[in-house]
């Protein structure tokens, strides 16, 4: 209870100082966090001065959130190209992986186009992130169904069981090579190998790429993934283990061949 | 009974996402101090999600789909705006 009345204290005070909003960076699991925020020109409408700010503790968000959404309602056209901007990599990647690259754009317009019509209902139940994710990803679906696209939900059936990396004992038999880079830039300097990631992923079967996508792309935690895909975390984990190896094999054979 | 390299994979990529914990920890950690291909599978692993990410942040919104969206945008809050100060 105290522990909660500090918190909403934290909240207030930081909802009221002009410089919480000015240079936040968020870390989740090693990776860079999407939203990057620096904001240097608030509104004149901020701070507030009505004396009713938004209640941290009944939105459930983090003050950057409160302050976008607040943004965003009140027609704020920079931060709506910020966010726009930020979050379009990971809503391009969950529209291909779902409904394919040529109707990526589409879908990411309507979706937005949606959650303009839809902001001033946004509850702030999930993150702003999350809440824009669930939509492009519902649009996807919608979409691919129209588009009949052929993908099976359910294709997840691999070699895993018999991969010839491994004996009998499940001990490594055919193990990765050593890799000349050590870094994501160093990588992907080689333009061949950024095209060969992009064209196995997209044969990954679908639940694997978005999953991938959701989590390593876009840094969206296990519980708002499984929340937007309605699948358990254990079935997240199975996904994301089969794209990631998938992903590491790729790099393993380019680095081995430097073909694709 | 200490995890199979195939186990220690999988066990590698969950780690990410929730952290072992526990005895299974210890012997993921044990495995992981006797065998180095594990131990390279599991810097690869990292070095291979860290690429995805990188290579999401690659991509750029067109140009036109931009202003097409902020011009909806703004488009919709002037009018937002003007009904919200219509006299009830
Ligand atoms: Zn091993």
């Not at chain 1, 090693?30 to 941290?56: A, D, K, M």
């Not at chain 1, 910020?82 to 990647?93: C, I, N, Q």
Request: aromatic letters at 6%; hydrophobic letters at 35%; glycine letters at 4%.
């Amino acid at each position: 209870m105290l522990a909660a009345r500090v918190n909403d204290l934290i909240c207030l005070s930081r909802f009221f100082s002009r410089n919480t909003f000015e240079k936040i960076e968020k870390k989740e699991c090693g990776l860079p966090h999407l939203f990057y925020y620096q904001v240097n020109e608030p509104s004149s409408s901020y701070p507030p001065n009505n004396g009713t700010p938004i209640n941290c503790g009944e939105l459930h968000l983090p003050n950057t959130e409160v302050y976008l959404v607040k943004e965003l309602l009140a027609g704020n056209q920079k931060i709506f190209e910020k966010v726009f901007s930020d979050l379009y990599p990971l809503m391009h990647s969950v529209a291909c992986s779902i409904a394919g690259n040529a109707i990526a754009d589409e879908i990411i317009q309507e979706a937005w186009v949606s959650a303009i019509k839809a902001l001033p209902k946004f509850e702030g139940r999930s993150s702003l992130k999350s809440w824009l994710v669930r939509i492009v990803a519902n649009e996807a679906k919608t979409r691919r169904r129209k588009e009949s696209r052929s993908v099976s939900l359910e294709s997840m059936q691999e070699s895993w069981a018999t991969d010839p990396r491994f004996d009998e004992r499940s001990h490594w038999v055919n193990p990765s090579s050593q890799w000349h880079g050590d870094t994501p830039e160093e990588l992907l300097s080689a333009q061949e190998l950024e095209d060969c990631l992009k064209k196995n992923i997209d044969k990954l079967p679908e639940n694997q790429q978005v999953a991938l996508q959701m989590r390593d792309a876009g840094g969206l935690s296990m519980e708002e993934i499984c929340n937007i895909l309605d699948v358990s975390p254990s079935n997240i984990r199975v996904l994301l283990h089969r794209a990631r190896d998938k992903v590491l094999q790729v790099i393993d054979h380019f680095q081995q061949t430097g073909e694709c | 009974m200490l995890p199979s390299c195939r186990q220690v994979a999988v066990q590698l990529s969950e780690d990410r996402d929730e952290k072992i914990t526990g005895f299974k920890r210890f012997a993921l950690k044990l495995h992981l101090s006797m065998c180095r291909h594990c131990r390279r599978y599991g810097k690869q692993l990292e070095l291979s999600t860290k690429t995805i990410n990188l290579l999401a942040h690659k991509s750029r919104p067109d140009p036109q789909l931009k202003a097409a969206l902020i011009d909806h945008f703004t488009q919709l809050s002037v009018q937002r705006k003007s009904e919200d100060e219509k006299p009830q």
